[in-house]
């Protein structure tokens, strides 16, 4: 029997994609650099995957293999799913270059929400038997006890069905979708956004549970505010359905406000600098709602709260708050030039937020 590889046996890797091909029977290779990961999957044996509020019975992960790139072998490996974070994808692109068979070809998958991380999986592997293709991962995970998962129940993995030249992973939980690209565009700006307006907004205000920022009054009214333009909006768009695009807004909300969910500002406002560029989830949508006359207000403040964002001392971006000005973010991570309205808007957002912060200490 074949196995399938996992690169990447963090939250998603093991909790989400590892329960899924668990429940579809397959058996799973995990890959990780964490050496003392692997050691703790090898010596269990197995993992438990239980979910938020009870709504279901757990699913314990039992048929895998571990291992580290010095020991990996994907001889009896076809499809392959990338689930690491968007700034480790080269590294592990690269990694995968030397594991691969020139003889063989490979289908890929990459599990993380980032711009383009097919495209970037492909150049970092730089051959030309292997088809990548890209998924949209709705499920939370959290960290649980030892290697034990903690899950939304979220029941399947969207990817690009154009992107895998005509193959057909054969399993019911993996949903290759056509036009892709849009409805990866439309989660970011809907799901995605709108966690950034929570967890940025919510740190500004002092909180650190994220459910407790997502049902503060105030946040909900912006929140309902920046998803009522944002809808209409991806709506001109791409042509969506008004009523289903509604839903799939107030599904996400749905997801955010629910305190079955335990999560933390802090996991969901990391990696500012990547959030805050020029395409992605804060900055996209402020453009497109710009395009159409739409109020961008709420999303502007949002990016305000994250160039303010205090992350760890020793993380990536303290060290760039520390060697840039909050303009020069603005500018050089946002991509917002000092003559465009929103430039303006931002900052006064900035000031705004930074007067209130210091009111309330």
């Known amino acids: 029997m074949s196995k399938i590889a996992v690169v990447g046996a963090g939250k998603t890797g093991r909790g989400f994609i590892g329960r899924l ?3 579809a029977r397959e058996e799973i290779l995990f890959i990780d650099k964490d050496t003392e990961l692997i050691h703790a999957l090898k010596e269990s044996g197995k993992f438990c995957v239980s979910f938020f509020g009870n709504e279901r019975e757990p699913v314990e992960v039992t048929h895998f293999q571990a291992c580290t790139w010095e020991d990996v072998s994907l001889e009896d490996v076809e499809l392959i799913f990338v689930s690491v974070g968007g700034q480790n994808l080269q590294e592990a692109g690269k990694s995968l270059a030397n594991c691969l068979d020139d003889k063989r070809h490979y289908y890929l998958i990459t599990c993380e929400n980032a711009s383009h991380p097919a495209e970037t999986l492909k150049k970092a592997i730089g051959k030309d038997n292997v088809s ?17 998962i903690a899950s939304e129940d979220y029941p399947y993995l969207q990817c690009d069905e154009g992107l895998l030249d005509g193959y057909v992973p054969g399993i019911r939980q993996i949903r290759p979708m056509e036009r892709f690209s849009d409805f990866l565009t439309r989660k970011l700006y809907t799901y995605n956004a709108a966690s ?3 967890a940025y907004l919510g740190w500004a205000k002092g909180y ?7 049902n503060d009054e105030e946040i909900m009214g912006l929140l309902d505010q920046n998803y009522a333009a944002t809808n209409r909006v991806l709506c001109r768009e791409f042509g969506y359905d008004e009523k289903d695009q ?3 807004a107030l599904l996400s909300k749905k997801k955010f406000c629910s305190r079955t969910i335990i999560d933390t500002v802090a ?9 805050l560029a020029a395409s992605e989830r804060i900055m996209g949508p402020i453009r497109l709602l710009c395009k159409y006359g739409e109020d961008a207000s709420v999303l502007e403040k949002t990016a305000a709260a994250a160039i303010l964002y205090k992350a760890g001392p020793q993380d990536a971006w303290t060290k760039i708050q520390a060697e840039k000005t909050k303009e ?4 050089d991570i946002c991509g917002v030039k000092p003559e465009e309205p929103v430039f303006a808007d931002i900052m006064r957002y900035v000031g705004e937020i930074e007067a209130d912060m210091s009111h309330s200490k």
Do not use: M
Not at 208 to 214: E, S
Not at 267 to 275: G, I, S, T, V
């Open 267 to 275: 996991r969901n406002a990391r990696d500012p600098q990547r959030k």
């Open 246 to 248: 509604e839903e799939f």
């Open 132 to 148: 990548v293709s890209e998924a949209a991962v709705f499920c939370t995970t959290i960290e649980g006890e030892g290697p034990d």
């Open 328 to 331: 020069e973010i603005l500018q």
């Open 208 to 214: 650190t549970d994220y459910a407790d920022a997502a």
């Open 196 to 198: 950034c307006v929570i």
């Open 21 to 23: 091909l668990t429940e």
